[in-house]
């Protein structure tokens, strides 16, 4: 347990709840339909991450260099620092909101779980960093608790998950085009693939790490069914509209009492503090091992500067942004879905290039079936992306 357990529950993050929150409250049960199509596509693009780092030994960063050159591996490190810094800011964002609903003010909450986070990654040992977001993630139980607190009538609940609910509202089409958006973000390829490698996972324990990845894909799929289960439940009949997931935790209270806010405003907290503790290492292993600096949560400061000096920066600089004011938080998301939506079906083909590459993957390389798969994933996603570029210009 733990790599493709983390990745997938880590996308769960603060936007990614936010989303799902909205699904419900705008549209009921219209939306659980897409999720079991979601878990699909997460599990194509997670096995194929997880498989790599067994079969090769080394992470995504690193094999982009090896079959696409320093220019092109150089060109995704940059995009994906900037985007992975604007959402590191939305996390510490999601942390504030959160952590306001018990009484604590952004100006206390922010530094001190910027403090956590540093302390955490810069604590040493992955397996110690990776038991601990385990236990984190534990607390996205709360929105199965919350989901049962509201009492939905369940046999709507399943008619809606197995029954396609399809829209013309360019509306609808944008919050879906969201949804599915949110479940593959383009860092969650790198964290699934650099994990496996960290965890010195080899083609042997490929059985096990696919059982790891499919599970952690599947469970993420769950946490989002609840939310949109919940909202959907209580905020859809009640016409109650949100714009994050703060509001979603507030307009619980009144209808169906304070214990459904409490749960739903801690796991937005954990699963903000789960992704904001991610992140920045993530994108810091992925850029030292592009460009062959050392890297690791056990390597110190003297031999691996690089590495941990990015870690710091980007936990620095989201967590000063979140609190300064005048900041322009809702642009930087803009820009990091931007980033992030011309970033993953460049980064979605390499992949399934790099997984279908005799060379590299010997015998176990992608099969025809799979080929297949990853390939509808990617014209997917990409289609997907054009789709939302056109309606966010057309104001939806």
């Not at 799902?20 to 997670?46: E, H, N, R, T």
């Not at 385990?134 to 139980?141: A, G, K, Q, T």
């Not at 650099?194 to 042997?204: E, I, L, P």
């Not at 083909?349 to 590459?357: G, M, R, T, Y």
Request: charged share 10%.
């Amino acid at each position: 347990m733990g790599p493709g357990l983390l990745a997938a529950l880590a996308g769960n993050d603060a936007g990614g709840i936010a989303t799902y929150s909205s699904d419900g409250a705008k549209y009921g049960f219209g939306m659980l339909w897409i999720l079991p199509v979601m878990a699909l596509l997460l599990i194509v693009v997670q096995e194929t991450a997880t498989r790599c780092g067994c079969v090769t030994g080394k992470g995504f960063a690193s094999l982009i260099r090896e079959r696409f050159g320093v220019r092109r591996s150089a060109l995704a490190m940059a995009a994906l620092l900037i985007a992975n810094t604007a959402v590191t800011i939305s996390e510490f964002a999601g942390i504030a909101s959160g952590l306001s609903l018990f009484g604590v003010s952004p100006a206390i909450s922010v530094p001190l779980m910027a403090l956590v986070v540093w302390l955490l990654t810069m604590s040493g040992s992955f397996q110690r960093i990776e038991k601990i977001l385990l236990l984190v993630s534990c607390v996205f139980l709360t929105y199965v608790v919350a989901a049962f607190m509201v009492g939905p009538d369940w046999g709507q609940v399943l008619r809606a998950t197995v029954t396609p609910q399809v829209e013309s509202d360019p509306s609808y089409i944008s919050l879906l085009v969201a949804t599915i958006g949110t479940t593959i973000a383009p860092w969650m390829i790198f964290l699934a693939q650099n994990n496996v490698v960290d965890k010195n996972a080899d083609a042997d324990d490929l059985p096990l790490q696919r059982v790891d990845a499919i599970s952690g894909s599947v469970i993420s799929c769950i946490v989002a069914w609840f939310i949109i289960v919940t909202t959907g439940a209580v905020l859809f009949p009640a016409g109650i509209q949100i714009s994050d997931a703060a509001d979603a935790a507030r307009a619980l209270e009144p209808i169906v009492g304070e214990w459904s806010t409490v749960l739903f405003a801690a796991g937005l907290v954990a699963a903000s503090f789960l992704a904001a503790c991610v992140l920045p290492g993530v994108t810091s292993s992925a850029i030292c091992e592009a460009f062959g600096w050392e890297r690791g949560a056990d390597r110190t400061w003297e031999e691996a500067p690089a590495y941990r000096g990015i870690i710091t920066a980007v936990i620095v600089v989201s967590a000063l942004l979140v609190i300064l004011p005048g900041v322009d938080l809702f642009g930087i998301m803009m820009v990091s879905q931007v980033i992030n939506g011309v970033l993953l079906p460049a980064l979605l083909v390499f992949l399934v290039l790099i997984a279908s590459d005799r060379r590299i993957m010997g015998e176990y390389r992608n099969g025809r079936v799979w080929n297949l798969l990853t390939w509808v994933t990617v014209v997917l996603i990409t289609v997907l992306t054009v789709c939302m570029f056109v309606l966010q210009f057309l104001g939806f």
